[in-house]
């Protein structure tokens, strides 16, 4: 399939060599390679697209990235030049790459304004935030947005209309240390990624972040991070013992209404066609977005997968572009009516 738009793809100030060597040496078998395509926007990345049919890419600084900075001038300072260093790079080519603003998530108000500058000097298409933000003296503490001191983020991002994209990172601090330590394997896409992005995805629909602010689109990458797997049983406890508890107080729908309304996820870095169907039973192909997760996973892995997958031409036009294309107002791209 021609002209297919992708959400969940990295790059890298290259002025941090050293810092994506390190999270290379974790993920990735040729780091080396992994690097050269990290740093690069407009070259490797372009010519891969061209091969394997992808129009458009939204691109996304790389995890664990700002939320990994617990100095909080340093953050905001980080966020800045990313964004400008993406801005001004991608400059050339408007009609094959859009941008996710990153944020330092320290200070609801300052990641407000930040998010607004890169919306309406650059036209960036959103945010892209790597779950919980790293604070405190130490870097222990962990900033959820689930809180009603987020509102004020919350009514920028919905008063901007645009996507905010739920990224995972790592864990770090105590909770690496007494979770994730002596079982260093899991952390990452088996398991550690999806646990983080969930636990802060639900604790917005507990909190009622989504009551507040019922036009919030939020994007999770994964198919879903395995909440889809779980609608059923989360549905049931939520539905029949949660809110007879008291969870009714902050949370109005139902979790399935929640995924209706306000939650998309992506095929980044999850080629399954079972796992694949199985979502377009749960959440739809509505409310489903095709990515590849590059450059932890290849255009190939990906696209050659997803032009082959054994769905139907319109849920694969719609999950291939035409749901991203309206949900981020998309300008024209390389075979974007394909
Ligand atoms: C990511 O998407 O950021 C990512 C990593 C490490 C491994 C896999 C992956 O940062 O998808």
């Known amino acids: 399939m021609l002209g297919k738009v992708a959400l969940e793809e990295a790059f890298a100030l290259p002025r941090f060599a050293e810092r994506t060597r390190w999270w290379a040496s974790m993920f990735a078998v040729n780091p080396d390679k992994?690097?050269?395509?990290?740093?690069?926007?407009?070259d490797i990345r372009i010519q891969y697209m061209d091969k394997y049919g992808v129009g458009y890419q939204i691109l996304s600084y790389t995890a664990?990235?700002?939320?990994?900075?617990?100095?909080?001038?340093?953050?905001e300072a980080l966020a800045v030049e990313i964004n400008d260093y993406l801005a001004s790079t991608i400059k050339a080519h408007p009609d094959r790459f859009g941008a996710f603003a990153t944020l330092s998530m320290h200070d609801p108000k300052q990641a407000a304004d930040e998010l607004r500058r890169c919306v309406l000097q650059y036209g960036?298409?959103?945010?892209?935030?790597?779950?919980?933000?790293?604070?405190?003296?130490?870097?222990?503490?962990m900033i959820f947005y689930d809180s009603a001191e987020w509102d004020v983020f919350w009514s920028t991002v919905t008063e901007l209309d645009v996507p905010f994209y739920l990224h995972p990172r790592n864990p770090t601090g105590t909770m690496y240390e007494k979770l994730w330590a002596a079982r260093k394997w899991l952390v990452g896409p088996p398991l550690s990624f999806a646990h983080g992005v969930s636990l802060h995805l639900l604790g917005m629909v507990t909190n009622g972040v989504f009551d507040r602010h019922p036009r919030l689109q939020v994007v999770i990458g994964h198919l879903?991070?395995?909440?889809?797997?779980?609608?059923?049983?989360?549905?049931?406890?939520?539905?029949?013992?949660?809110?007879?508890?008291?969870?009714?107080?902050?949370c109005k729908k139902t979790i399935r209404e929640?995924?209706?309304?306000?939650?998309?996820?992506?095929?980044?870095?999850?080629?399954?066609?079972?796992?694949?169907?199985?979502?377009?039973?749960?959440?739809?192909?509505?409310?489903?977005?095709?990515?590849?997760?590059?450059?932890?996973?290849?255009?190939?892995?990906?696209?050659?997968?997803?032009?082959?997958?054994?769905?139907?031409?319109?849920?694969?036009?719609?999950?291939?572009?035409?749901?991203?294309?309206?949900?981020?107002?998309?300008?024209?791209?390389?075979?974007?009516?394909?």
């Open 34 to 42: 992994h690097a050269r395509e990290m740093n690069d926007i407009n």
């Open 64 to 75: 664990p990235g700002v939320q990994d900075v617990f100095d909080r001038k340093e953050a």
């Open 124 to 141: 960036f298409k959103g945010a892209l935030v790597n779950d919980t933000q790293r604070a405190g003296s130490d870097g222990d503490d």
């Open 224 to 250: 879903g991070e395995h909440l889809p797997f779980d609608l059923w049983r989360i549905n049931h406890w939520f539905e029949d013992v949660k809110k007879p508890l008291g969870l009714k107080e902050t």
């Open 258 to 338: 929640y995924f209706a309304q306000n939650i998309w996820i992506t095929t980044s870095g999850h080629f399954s066609t079972p796992t694949l169907h199985f979502c377009l039973n749960e959440v739809g192909a509505d409310r489903i977005l095709f990515s590849i997760d590059y450059p932890f996973e290849k255009f190939e892995d990906a696209c050659e997968w997803y032009d082959n997958a054994e769905i139907n031409e319109v849920d694969r036009r719609k999950i291939g572009k035409d749901n991203a294309r309206k949900l981020f107002k998309l300008p024209d791209f390389k075979d974007c009516d394909a």
